[in-house]
């Protein structure tokens, strides 16, 4: 599978490069756009990208486009499986699908078709895979209830999805593979082990590292660019805390009962003071209090003053940038400090930092570096940015140049960087030796448990499983170890941020490899469908790639 995904990268880079220029080129087409609202930037135009009859430069048709690639892929994978760059391409191959059903006059399937097609859709099936009424009827409610998708989109996405689904029966074809295919398939996932795991504690490995003015020295020199500090802005603020709007009277009964009533699932019951865990059990579920509003009508006054408070602030600070924007009014001016002070919010100071390391009672600073590196003389105020308990507007004061300081000044973070650099070498070297040690050691079995034990290290067994079902406490990396792994061998260590694993194949049982054992079938079902999957999706690439093609700029 590795191996064709790098062929298919391969052979179809222009279409994921393509792919990846759009993931850019759509986000900057929203916040240029006439409609986005961007203060100063009424007049661009939206940019012309057509594409099997749409227009991708237009944000409501993209928006459109991605929102139904979304849906399709929940609707298929039972959450929402696919995002950015990946979603991205579904959603541009679900496009092209449609304009080939289009050109080769494939019909709109029935409803019954469709009802059919529901059956097959994850996000309506149970654990074992059968379609359950209940979560098809509780989608449906919830679409009710008046979300972001109506109905009628979701019933559109189902007909499309199933006409793609034809679609895919004629361009996939029936989807070849070997008897080999199937026979690897069914070795790696139906053989059945027995393993022995040893984890070496990463944070207990406490290895002697000298660490000499000299050693210092040289790492330092050696890794320049982790300490350099970049080029920088020196910034100050307008803070408008939300707690200045919360307002001083609470909501009426009627407005509190009905944003609860909205908004129930956000107010759990608290639990009764009364109720005793030694209570004996009813023999009959008891009747659920007809009314529990009054038991979180505290919180649900609370919720609402504070999302007022909230709104307050947010509002503040819009009204904020628009004014500073319309007022023409400079970066560092005695005019833009009189009008701060006029509005009684006066700039804060805010000490110079590097884009990873925000002041410690500023830490939501890293959330925005790409709208701190936006900033100018020109372009001196940002957008209203969210805080923990408000919103900010930063303000460009003047731009810090880069520079590289002396050792002495970050002496202890060269000092902490070369040591654990270290020390995850030496770790990496204990669990090669520890592997010989217990290679040797495990040719007796108990003899694998018995040297890691001396090793202090932790041992776990888990028996008769199969890749399909593994045991849900073993580490993934143990199980990734496993991989290529015979029976009597023991791992090379694979580590996790904290731990380091060494895996022992105790036993290792070979499934049935005949054409009779219902899995070989099934399995078989299974390759086809992925294969055929694979042949639509590579042909609709191409369509995709050379659509893009047609309006991509020209290279220099």
């Not at 919720?303 to 503040?316: D, W, Y």
């Not at 100071?349 to 002041?359: K, L, V, Y």
């Not at 520890?434 to 001396?454: E, H, M, N, T």
Request: with cysteine; hydrophobic share 40%; proline share 7%.
């Amino acid at each position: 599978m590795i191996t064709w995904i790098q062929k298919y990268f391969q052979k179809h880079f222009r279409l994921v490069f393509a792919l990846i220029l759009i993931a850019v080129a759509l986000p900057l087409v929203v916040v240029y756009s006439s409609s986005s609202g961007s203060i100063g930037r009424a007049g661009t135009k939206s940019l012309e990208r057509p594409f099997f009859g749409l227009n991708l430069g237009n944000e409501e048709q993209a928006r459109q486009i991605f929102i139904d690639g979304s849906l399709s892929a929940r609707l298929k994978a039972g959450y929402t499986a696919l995002q950015g760059a990946q979603l991205q391409q579904y959603s541009l191959l679900r496009i092209a699908g449609l304009a080939l059903a289009d050109e080769l006059h494939l019909p709109v399937p029935t409803p019954n078709q469709v009802a059919k097609y529901i059956l097959t859709l994850r996000a309506f099936q149970d654990e074992q895979g059968q379609f359950d009424q209940k979560r098809y009827t509780d989608f449906g409610d919830k679409l009710k209830t008046g979300g972001q998708i109506t109905t009628a989109e979701v019933n559109r996405v189902l007909r499309d999805d199933a006409r793609l689904g034809s679609l895919g029966k004629v361009i996939g074809g029936p989807g070849f593979v070997t008897a080999n295919d199937i026979k690897q398939e069914l070795v790696r996932g139906d053989s059945s082990w027995t393993v022995q795991v040893a984890t070496l504690d990463y944070a207990t490995f406490n290895p002697a590292i000298p660490a000499s003015d000299d050693i210092l020295k040289k790492f330092y020199d050696d890794n320049l660019f982790r300490y350099e500090v970049p080029a920088r802005p020196r910034l100050s603020c307008v803070e408008i805390k939300n707690e200045e709007f919360i307002p001083p009277v609470a909501p009426t009964d009627a407005e509190m009962r009905a944003f609860y009533n909205a908004n129930a699932a956000s107010f759990p019951m608290p639990a009764d003071a009364t109720d005793k865990k030694d209570a004996p059990l009813a023999l009959t579920p008891a009747t659920p209090p007809a009314d529990n509003f009054p038991k979180v009508h505290d919180q649900v006054e609370t919720t609402m003053k504070n999302l007022e408070g909230k709104r307050g602030a947010s509002k503040t600070a819009n009204d904020l940038t628009i004014a500073l924007f319309e007022r023409k009014l400079s970066a560092n001016s005695p005019e833009l400090a009189a009008f701060l002070a006029a509005q009684r919010r006066p700039a804060t100071a805010i000490a110079p930092f590097a884009p990873d390391s925000p002041p410690q009672d500023m830490p939501w600073l890293a959330n925005y570096v790409d709208q701190i590196s936006r900033l100018s003389q020109t372009r001196f105020f940002s957008d209203p940015l969210s805080t923990t308990n408000g919103y900010v507007v930063l303000l460009w004061n003047e731009s810090l140049p880069a520079y590289r300081p002396l050792l002495i000044e970050v002496r202890d973070r060269v000092a902490a960087d070369y040591k654990e650099g270290e020390k995850r070498k030496l770790f990496i070297v204990r669990g090669q030796t520890l592997r010989a040690q217990l290679q040797a050691a495990a040719k007796p079995v108990p003899g694998f448990a018995i040297a890691a034990a001396a090793e202090k290290l932790e041992v776990k067994s888990f028996a008769n499983f199969t890749f399909r079902q593994p045991p849900q406490d073993l580490p993934y990396q143990a199980f990734s170890a496993l991989q290529g792994l015979e029976a009597g061998q023991v791992s090379e260590m694979v580590s996790a941020s904290d731990k380091g694993y060494l895996v022992f194949a105790q036993e290792k049982k070979m499934p049935d490899l005949s054409p009779t054992n219902p899995r070989y079938l099934e399995l078989q079902k299974q390759l086809m469908a992925f294969t055929a999957s694979t042949n639509e999706n590579s042909y609709l690439g191409e369509l995709v790639e050379r659509e893009l093609k047609k309006t991509a700029p020209a290279t220099p």
